[in-house]
């Protein structure tokens, strides 16, 4: 057992990596090093292990195979996460779908739902929720539980209720028919058991899957008009990146749109196939 941080070393990396696909199905060979970096030494320190152990461990015991696969997967979100994007989306994206019969959205690495419920909240004040179609994809089976609930720690969220408040219940772009908006029209919460759970017309509307963008490509058979990717490819490298965008731009309709997080961008040959508006990339 270990009785001192040691750093994480690029062999330790490589031996942590090939295990992991030795003896399972996931491959994080081309995720981002410095990210799986500070995840295995977390790993490795939460648990008390040195890498032999760990190593051992993740061949013998699948649970804990899977127990580390979902620490190293882990991706936190919140309700309307960078409000100035989804002001974006409500006064240029999302129009631009008003007259379509249906309107596909994935949400690709979606973790824990609030971005997907967020999405509906905003799809209903817009009039647009009822011909949406909702996917959400994670590799994380936890995560992707608790997508599912719509069941969140209320004292967590109250910074995220400024976020609604930004968003949804104040009056940011000075729309001319606008009403103020209570949280409890699309969430209840309880202080005395500190949640905040999401109302049943929102909870029973997306299809939520487990799904690994580096090697499921498109699993729902559809097109879609609106992907969004946040705060996901950031770790990744440039060559499993490329990847994904191919996978993104192959299953957008033309003039479809992905939308990145705040600090990503794309890079590479990908770039000259999107125009880009902001965070968002419309498929040319």
């Known amino acids: 057992m270990p009785s001192q941080r040691m750093q994480v070393t690029d062999q330790d990396l490589q031996y942590f990596v090939n295990t992991i696909k030795s003896v399972s199905k996931y491959d994080f060979s081309e995720y981002s ?11 490795l320190e939460d648990y008390n292990l040195d890498l032999t152990s760990l190593l051992t461990s993740l061949r013998l015991d699948r649970d804990f195979l899977e127990k580390v696969v979902k620490e190293v997967t882990v991706n936190t979100t919140e309700l309307f ?19 379509n019969k249906t309107i596909n959205i994935w949400h690709a690495g979606c973790s824990t739902g609030q971005e997907v419920y967020s ?55 000075n729309f001319e028919e606008y009403n103020d908006i209570p ?35 498109n699993i729902f058979f559809a097109k879609f008009d609106l992907i969004l990717c946040r705060n ?5 490298n440039y ?14 309709y033309p003039k479809g749109i992905l939308l990145l997080g705040m600090h990503e961008t ?19």
């Not at 909870?203 to 580096?214: A, N």
């Open 81 to 99: 996460r960078d409000p100035p994007v989804w002001h974006l989306l409500r006064s240029r994206i999302l129009p631009r779908f008003k007259n």
């Open 239 to 252: 060559s499993l990146q490329n990847k994904v965008f191919e996978l993104f731009h192959n299953n957008l």
């Open 266 to 284: 794309i890079l590479g040959p990908w770039a000259s196939r999107f125009e880009r508006l902001g965070q968002a990339y419309i498929k040319k």
């Open 33 to 43: 090093e410095k990210s799986l970096k500070r995840r295995l030494q977390k790993i």
């Open 183 to 217: 949280y409890e029209k699309y969430f209840d919460i309880d202080k005395v058991r500190d949640t905040i759970t999401m109302k049943k017309f929102l909870t029973e509307r997306p299809i939520f899957r487990k799904h690994d963008l580096v090697v499921d490509g």
């Open 232 to 236: 996901v490819i950031i770790y990744f």
């Open 119 to 173: 999405m509906m909240i905003l799809l209903n004040e817009m009039e647009m929720l009822d011909k949406a179609k909702i996917f959400a994809t994670d590799l994380n089976s936890d995560v992707l539980d608790a997508a599912k609930q719509g069941v969140y720690k209320y004292r967590f969220n109250l910074g995220y209720l400024d976020n609604f408040d930004k968003v949804i219940k104040q009056n940011p772009l």
